[in-house]
T-cell receptor
């Protein structure tokens, strides 16, 4: 297994456009997390899946954000009508169980909204 | 509101020096983890501590979990340039599914 894979690595988009990011977790991991990280900050939790079920969503996840994990495999994070404040690194992580087991993070998708 | 406070925010030292970074909270954690992140990459897990008072060593890195499971420290002995990076602590509470991260300590080790 090559770890957690995120695509694309970089995305530049114009304000108002929609963007979609993909995350392929480690295949044995049933838990998947999305975080957002801005410069000088630690990762901020966005949402969590256990298999295909979305079990927790942060208040940071406005109506413009939606995440899916069909069939409990890969996940997508979509941002509609992007705003400049959405510019950040979007990180995906997976784990085989509770946080005790540790997260394996992908390299992230760097979003720039111009 | 930041659940985990890390200090110092920035640290610049020379190779061979020792350092300690801190992670503090008013919340009790069932487990606490330390990660290291390099620019443009995701965080990489260094250690997990679960028992109050626990001390774990990873080569030149020593991690300690406070007795009350509210705070932690990371001590690096004889720092090397390869230790440069952002050190993040993250805690798991009984009431949440996901890890809460601190803002991190940015460490620069110069030759």
């Amino acid at each position: 297994d090559t770890g957690v894979s995120q695509n694309p690595r970089h995305k530049i988009t114009k304000r108002g456009q929609n963007v979609t990011f993909r995350c392929d977790p480690i295949s044995e991991h049933n838990r998947l997390y999305w975080y957002r990280q801005t410069l000088g900050q630690g990762p901020e939790f966005l949402t969590y899946f256990q298999n295909e079920a979305q079990l927790e969503k942060s208040r940071l996840l406005s109506d413009r954000f939606s995440a899916e994990r069909p069939k409990g495999s890969f996940s997508t994070l979509e941002i509609q009508r992007t705003e400049q404040g959405d510019s950040a690194m979007y990180l995906c992580a997976s784990s085989p169980g509770t946080a005790y087991y540790g997260y394996t993070f992908g390299s992230g998708t760097r979003l720039t909204v111009v | 509101t930041q659940l985990l406070e890390q200090s110092p925010q920035f640290l610049s030292i020379q190779e061979g020096e020792n350092l300690t970074v801190y992670c503090n909270s008013s919340s009790v954690f069932s487990s606490l983890q330390w990660y290291r992140q390099e620019p443009g990459e995701g965080p990489v897990l260094l250690v997990t501590v679960v028992t109050g008072g626990e001390v774990k060593k990873l080569k030149r890195l020593t991690f300690q979990f406070g007795d009350a499971r509210k705070d932690s420290s990371l001590h690096i002995t004889a720092a090397q340039t390869g230790d440069t990076g952002l050190y993040l602590c993250a805690g798991e509470t009984d009431s949440g599914y996901a890890l809460n991260f601190g803002k991190g300590t940015s460490l620069l080790v110069t030759p």
